[in-house]
């Protein structure tokens, strides 16, 4: 089936860096998601992005964060800077629409702040 | 604000033995209801949705009949296999949400053969 793409799989920073994860959704989908899932803890909901906009985020998503896709790209996620409970699992997601259909998740990359 | 409440894991089975994994949800809207399955390494992907309340959906065996009156969705299997081994979310979506998923917190599930 269709595959979305999340690159790197695992990255390792200290705190107060920047880090950029990047996604590669499903070619003809147009809006994007990220969750966050600590270990051992339920996959939260970040935010969504859709025609080059965040239509909906959640608490989760501090200031420090932000999300684009310039020109039809990567979909990324930046966090800057990273403190030491962003540490976790960062799913990427694409559907084609909303209302129900269907959200392809990527792998996911294992983020590990110090 | 939305919640999903599943079995807490791990669940461990004998192959062959039948599966029951409950899901309760809390919303005061009219959610699409779906089970994700995530195997080792990989992204969590779709088993099945129903988006209608009073309906069932099923996949590979795995079947879930949405239940608007007692809130819940639970996932069943009548004979597990090892492949079955895998962490199973539910999840429900609104779509007045942009999409948005709300998660429960996973049930690993070990089949032994």
């Known amino acids: 089936g269709p595959k979305v793409l999340q690159i790197p799989s695992h990255q390792i920073i200290d705190m107060g860096q920047m880090v950029t994860l990047n996604c590669d959704p499903v070619s003809n989908h147009l809006y994007f998601y990220w969750y966050k899932q600590i270990l051992g803890q339920q996959m939260e909901f970040l935010v969504n992005?859709?025609?080059?906009?965040?239509?909906?985020k959640s608490k989760l998503f501090k200031d420090q964060f932000s999300v684009e896709r310039p020109d039809g790209s990567y979909f990324t996620l930046k966090i800057q800077p990273t403190a030491l409970e962003d540490s976790a699992v960062y799913f990427c997601?694409?559907?084609f629409g909303t209302g129900g259909i269907e959200q392809y998740f990527g792998p996911g990359t294992r983020l590990t702040v110090l | 604000g939305d919640s999903v409440t599943q079995t807490e894991g791990p669940v461990t089975l004998s192959e062959g033995t039948s599966l029951t994994v409950n899901c309760s949800y809390e919303?005061?809207?009219?959610?699409?209801l779906f089970w994700y399955v995530q195997y080792p390494g990989e992204g969590p992907q779709l088993l099945f949705k129903?988006?209608?309340?009073?309906e069932k959906g099923s996949n590979r065996g795995f079947e879930a009949t949405y239940n608007k009156e007692a809130t819940s969705f639970h996932l069943q299997k009548a004979s597990v296999q090892e492949s079955d081994s895998a962490v199973y979310y539910c999840a429900l979506g609104l779509s007045g949400s942009f999409n948005k998923l709300t998660f429960g917190a996973g049930t690993r599930l070990a089949v032994c053969p």
């Open positions: 992005f859709y025609n080059g906009k965040v239509m909906e």
């Open positions: 997601a694409s559907s």
């Open positions: 129903v988006p209608k309340a009073n």
């Open positions: 919303t005061k809207q009219y959610p699409t």
